[in-house]
């Protein structure tokens, strides 16, 4: 059998993490994916997935054949698009991830307006606020927010966001403003704790070398920044938060920040995607949308 067929359908398998997903998005029958993977594994001489009644794993020398061959199938990719000419649209499925909110707010306009201009495309977005492994878990492209490990993933920076300290006007007129971080303990605190997992809050005081880190006690914790950003906007004390999730209430002057003076460095924007100068159409033409898209943003800048 073909080795190409085989690569591919290994891919399949690991990115579906079934036989039957692979066999559905093949068009194949499931003995036959079956097949395939296993001429693969023993024409390479290595085990490339554990397979269980539950589940399907890539092991770890299937995790390092994975990522060749997913570059592999790109270049042919490539090389299609190329024939077809510079002109071809992009057409088949992009997995993107991103943090939730940001990907609410920032990254679904932008895949609204790519699928309207290539109707051959499908997307899956995957939102969550955690650190997603793009080759283990089959995603094309990602956002990061903070500083970036070192990777082999291509990285493109677009913009930056603060961490910043927000409340409503009614609040600050009725309690006072802070005006250091040490005032913060006078205060009613609301703590997300997507973004402060602990009580203590770290400043990058402007005013004095290597910052300062302030112990908080909140009167309200919640598990997610959409609750924090209410709270706030209902009058009730002061919230940490990033800047881009609070942008709108920014503008309008529903939400203000405070110890402006005090923040810490800005977080940069990445997207990333495993391909290189040598991504698909597909990938190309959506990440070079979402960056001019993001770069234009106010928000963040």
Not at 165 to 189: F, K, M
Not at 245 to 266: K, M, N
């Amino acid at each position: 059998m073909d080795r190409f067929h085989l690569m591919s359908v290994f891919v399949a398998v690991a990115e579906e993490e079934s036989f039957a997903g692979a066999a559905r998005r093949l068009s194949m029958s499931p003995p036959a994916v079956t097949r395939a993977v296993s001429m693969l594994e023993e024409r390479l001489g290595v085990k490339l997935l554990n397979r269980t009644t539950r589940y399907v794993r890539v092991t770890d020398s299937g995790i390092r054949y994975l990522e060749s061959a997913r570059r592999i199938i790109s270049e042919a990719d490539e090389a299609d698009d190329a024939v077809a000419g510079v002109n071809a649209e992009p057409r088949g499925h992009l997995a993107i991830t991103a943090p939730v909110l940001f990907g609410r707010m920032f990254v679904t306009p932008s895949i609204v307006n790519y699928l309207r201009a290539y109707p051959d495309m499908a997307v899956s977005a995957v939102f969550l606020d955690r650190l997603v492994n793009l080759l283990e878990e089959g995603m094309d492209i990602g956002v990061r927010i903070g500083e970036l490990p070192d990777s082999s993933m291509r990285a493109i920076a677009v913009g930056h966001v603060r961490r910043v300290v927000c409340a409503s006007p009614a609040y600050l007129a009725a309690s006072g403003r802070p005006d250091t971080p040490q005032d913060l303990a006078e205060h009613t605190i609301t703590v997300a704790a997507p973004v402060s997992p602990t009580i203590e809050w770290r400043f990058g005081d402007a005013k004095a070398a290597g910052g300062t880190t302030v112990k908080v006690k909140p009167r309200l914790t919640v598990t997610n920044n959409d609750a924090a950003i209410e709270a706030a906007l209902k009058g009730f004390g002061l919230t940490r938060l990033l800047s881009y999730q609070i942008a709108p209430y920014l503008a309008s002057g529903q939400l203000v920040t405070v110890l402006d003076d005090y923040e810490p460095a800005r977080l940069p924007i990445h997207i990333l995607h495993r391909e290189g100068r040598q991504a698909p159409a597909k990938v190309r033409s959506f990440v070079d949308l979402l960056a001019d898209t993001l770069r234009a943003d106010p928000a963040l800048r």
